[in-house]
């Protein structure tokens, strides 16, 4: 076979496969943590989530993706034009072929419910551990708590 007639053959194939994949036009966020469902089933335009592979906007017809979910801001912007952030722990993110997506926290709250200088004397706190911990368990655990801290304290101002 020609190099010509396997590029066509490819190319329906793949036209065929994209058509095939029924991509929805609206996207339905589910976005819950253990302390509050904040979506359930929601139509929104977009949603900006801090991801370990960086961070990434989530709009209708997304390829699907599996990712996890480092301490930072996830934005949901609404249909009806308005935004709303919120602190996110850890946890992960799903984005399947319909256009549905998953954001499943371990912890969760509303940005403006943070309290900064809270957070600031949490950092300080959780330093102190760092520096001082004597085994290997309790540097990782005061490190994973000075990571949220600065993210917490980034997320507020």
Same mark, same amino acid.
């Given at each position: 076979?020609?190099?010509?007639?396997?590029?066509?053959?490819?190319?329906?194939? +793949?036209?065929?496969? =994209?058509?095939?994949? +029924?991509?929805? /036009?609206?996207?339905? %966020?589910?976005?819950?943590?253990?302390?509050?469902?904040?979506? /359930?089933?929601?139509?929104?335009?977009?949603?900006?989530?801090?991801?370990?592979?960086?961070?990434?906007?989530?709009?209708?017809?997304?390829?699907?993706? %599996?990712?996890? %979910?480092?301490?930072?801001?996830?934005?949901?912007?609404?249909?009806? +034009?308005?935004?709303?952030?919120?602190?996110?722990?850890?946890?992960?993110?799903?984005?399947?072929?319909?256009?549905?997506?998953?954001?499943?926290?371990?912890?969760?709250?509303?940005?403006?419910? =943070?309290?900064?200088?809270?957070?600031?004397? %949490?950092?300080?706190?959780?330093?102190?551990?760092?520096?001082?911990?004597?085994?290997?368990?309790?540097?990782?655990?005061?490190? =994973?708590?000075?990571? $949220? $801290?600065?993210?917490? =304290?980034?997320?507020?101002?």
């Amino acid at each position: 076979m020609s190099f010509v007639k396997n590029a066509r053959m490819l190319a329906v194939r +793949g036209s065929r496969m =994209i058509q095939s994949r +029924g991509y929805a /036009d609206e996207m339905k %966020l589910t976005f819950a943590a253990a302390n509050k469902t904040f979506y /359930d089933n929601a139509e929104v335009r977009q949603v900006d989530v801090p991801s370990f592979s960086g961070s990434f906007g989530i709009l209708a017809k997304h390829v699907p993706t %599996l990712a996890v %979910l480092k301490p930072g801001v996830v934005q949901v912007y609404e249909n009806d +034009g308005k935004t709303s952030k919120y602190f996110v722990s850890s946890g992960t993110i799903s984005v399947n072929e319909d256009s549905s997506v998953q954001v499943l926290a371990e912890e969760a709250h509303s940005v403006t419910d =943070i309290d900064v200088n809270e957070a600031r004397q %949490l950092l300080s706190q959780y330093q102190s551990a760092l520096s001082s911990a004597s085994s290997d368990e309790a540097k990782a655990e005061a490190a =994973i708590a000075v990571e $949220c $801290c600065e993210a917490l =304290i980034k997320a507020a101002e």
